[in-house]
């Protein structure tokens, strides 16, 4: 069965200071890997996705993952971060259809 | 990008009463949908799948008859929550899923939030 573990629920970061969220995935083929964004109250938004290929991924809004298919991670990295990017943000992993969350990172920005 | 929405964005209704809840995909045909629930600072869970023309795969303890789905055309799936009660209020997400090539993704909707006083 595919499983997503996010260890960090919370995370607070300084306004323009990097940040990196931890994922690790279990899956039996090669994954599909996903991060997405959720704003409070507001739909996801995805930020980037790893099919195949490069395993280094850029997104929008500054962000990037890393694929490291011996550790079975996929950490979310941005080099400065902003007060905007304060929000929820969810690991996936999927195959053919079907898509498992981690249970998410709360980001907190502070001054 | 491919667009998904959902209507309504929010709703509020008593218990025992039905409510519907539409998922569109706006510029692309989706043959298969997905329906997810989040409740208050947790995950998605995916609860069923839903395909056009025939029945919703339903997950495992999801109800189906408390929970019905309908994807009756490639652009709209409804998800209809029977004799709602306070326990159902929660954040409704679909997603529209879209084959490219030997590429797939799916797109989310902005959800729906619903509220059963």
């Known amino acids: 069965a595919q499983s997503v573990t996010q260890p960090d629920i919370h995370i607070t970061v300084s306004e323009g200071a990097s940040l990196e969220l931890r994922c690790n995935y279990s899956y039996g083929a090669t994954p599909y890997l996903f991060w997405y964004v959720q704003s409070p109250g507001q739909g996801l938004q995805l930020l980037l996705k790893?099919?195949?290929?490069?395993?280094l991924v850029q997104g929008i809004k500054g962000f990037e993952a890393e694929f490291k298919r011996s550790q079975s991670s996929f950490n979310l990295r941005k080099p400065s971060v902003h007060w905007s990017d304060a929000a929820e943000y969810f690991c996936a992993v999927g195959g053919y259809q079907k898509v498992t969350f981690g249970i998410g990172t709360k980001l907190q920005v502070i001054p | 990008g491919a667009v998904v929405s959902q209507h309504p964005s929010w709703v509020i209704c008593k218990s025992g009463t039905s409510v519907k809840i539409e998922c569109r995909s706006l510029d692309f045909q989706a043959t298969t949908m997905f329906w997810y629930r989040q409740f208050p600072k947790q995950s998605l869970m995916l609860m069923a799948t839903?395909?056009?023309?025939?029945?919703?795969?339903?997950e495992q303890g999801v109800e189906k008859d408390k929970f019905l789905i309908n994807h009756a055309s490639l652009t709209l799936s409804t998800l209809t929550v029977t004799s709602a009660h306070p326990e159902d209020s929660s954040f409704y997400i679909c997603?529209?899923?879209?084959?490219?090539?030997?590429?797939?993704?799916?797109?989310f909707g902005p959800g729906t939030r619903l509220t059963v006083t």
């Open positions: 997603s529209a899923y879209l084959l490219a090539g030997v590429r797939y993704e799916q797109y």
């Open positions: 790893y099919f195949s290929g490069d395993t």
């Open positions: 839903s395909n056009e023309g025939s029945k919703a795969t339903y």
